[in-house]
């Protein structure tokens, strides 16, 4: 008698991936490191902290014993702190893990597909074929034309007995046309991205480093500059994200769209668009003279206008502008309406936690288009 097997599911508890101690603490320690902007003796006091309260370590791996580890594999390293005193501070090797990090946790889905430029609709003299066969035309790369079609055609056009190969029997394939991008993310690092004890810029930080690490492994024909935005606007180098911090700050948000579209002036790529986000209203202008105009009471029309008159400049030279804003207010959001559609970009009014899977989606959407 024959056995009979009978598919199914076989439940048991869970077992978590296995973490060797220093993977489970530095795990936290980057974390920690982000919301620290970088200071590595605050992080540890946090992280000796956590160790108390849920015994993350035991007596055969010590906190010490992980910062030795740390100095070993070249996250950390000795130096001089800007009052002159020694002591430890996270190395460049850090910095990528923190990247790193950021963009698995944001952009987690992206492992389920392969890496490469991203594509658009177009067939041209890209370096992705499409699998479909035309004519040569002159100008076409050698290295595009198929021998077996062209083969094919030649034999069709002028028999097996009297074989030849002329420029009319070649057949070339198509290949996808892989767009370029240029971004600037912009960052508003006024004070009201800490008010009220809400932490509004480690999310944000979070968010700047993975779209950094993502663009420049996945997409490395494409260029980000970022910037942030208080007072006035300035750019920072990758490198520089983990550290940022808010100031006692306004919020000038046309400084920072006008250093946005001088960046993407300079650049050749035919696809530009800026990032910007923030979670309050604009508030301050540099006038002519140097003197700057201040006021964080409602939206003051002046300077309002002055950010219209950005956003329709932006949308002049093809640019467009997606603003997240981290806020919910009814006359911030009428305000964003009316700046959008200046620009005829796009916004989203979000919380923290979606903000990072939004950008992706639009980068995505946005890298689609190729304007004419």
Same mark, same amino acid.
């Given at each position: +008698?024959?056995? *009979?097997?009978? %598919? ?14 220093? /993977? ?5 320690? %980057? ?16 992280? =000796?902290?956590?160790?108390? *309260? ?41 910095? !990528? ?36 066969? !035309?004519?040569? &035309? ?10 077996? *079609? ?7 056009? &002028?028999?097996? /007995? ?15 046309? %892989?767009?370029? +991008?240029?971004?600037?993310?912009? $960052? ?11 932490? =509004? ?63 993407? =002036? !300079?650049?050749?790529?035919? &696809? %530009?668009? $800026?990032? +910007? ?8 202008? !540099?006038? =002519? /003279?140097?003197?700057?105009? +201040?006021?964080?009471?409602?939206? /003051? ?50 919380? $923290? ?5 939004? $950008? ?13």
């Amino acid at each position: +008698m024959k056995n *009979e097997f009978k %598919k199914g599911f076989y439940f048991k508890t869970y077992e978590a991936p296995f973490q060797s101690p220093f /993977d489970k603490l530095f795990t936290i320690f %980057k974390e920690l490191i982000t919301h620290t902007s970088g200071d590595f003796d605050e992080a540890i006091n946090w992280l =000796r902290e956590l160790d108390k *309260e849920y015994k993350l370590t035991d007596e055969n791996y010590t906190i010490d014993d992980f910062i030795e580890d740390l100095k070993k594999k070249g996250y950390i390293r000795d130096e001089v702190k800007g009052d002159g005193s020694s002591g430890l501070g996270i190395t460049a090797k850090t910095e !990528r893990a923190i990247r790193q990090q950021a963009l698995d946790q944001i952009f987690g889905n992206l492992k389920k597909s392969g890496s490469g430029n991203h594509k658009t609709k177009y067939a041209g003299s890209g370096d992705e074929h499409t699998g479909e066969f !035309r004519e040569y &035309n002159f100008g076409d790369s050698l290295e595009r034309i198929s021998l077996t *079609e062209s083969l094919r055609n030649a034999q069709v056009n &002028n028999g097996v /007995d009297n074989f030849m190969l002329t420029e009319n029997d070649l057949i070339v394939e198509d290949a996808q046309y %892989k767009a370029q +991008m240029s971004t600037v993310l912009m $960052i508003d690092i006024s004070h009201s991205m800490i008010l009220y004890g809400e932490d =509004r810029i480690t999310p944000a930080k979070k968010v700047a480093m993975a779209l950094a690490e993502l663009i420049t492994t996945r997409y490395p024909k494409d260029t980000l500059d970022i910037l942030v935005f208080g007072n006035d606007a300035w750019t920072i180098p990758i490198k520089d994200l983990p550290y940022l911090q808010v100031g006692p700050y306004h919020t000038n948000t046309v400084a920072g769209l006008q250093l946005a579209m001088d960046i993407l =002036r !300079r650049k050749r790529n035919t &696809n %530009k668009q $800026i990032f +910007m986000i923030t979670d309050g209203k604009p508030s301050c202008v !540099r006038e =002519r /003279d140097g003197s700057y105009y +201040m006021n964080s009471n409602g939206l /003051d029309e002046y300077i309002v206008d002055k950010c219209y008159t950005q956003a329709q400049q932006a949308r002049k030279l093809h640019i467009p502008i997606t603003t997240f804003m981290i806020a919910r207010d009814p006359y911030l959001q009428r305000f964003v309406n009316q700046f959008t559609e200046a620009n005829q970009g796009k916004a989203f009014y979000t919380g $923290i936690k979606g903000l990072g899977e939004m $950008i992706f989606e639009d980068y995505e959407a946005n890298r689609k288009k190729r304007i004419k």
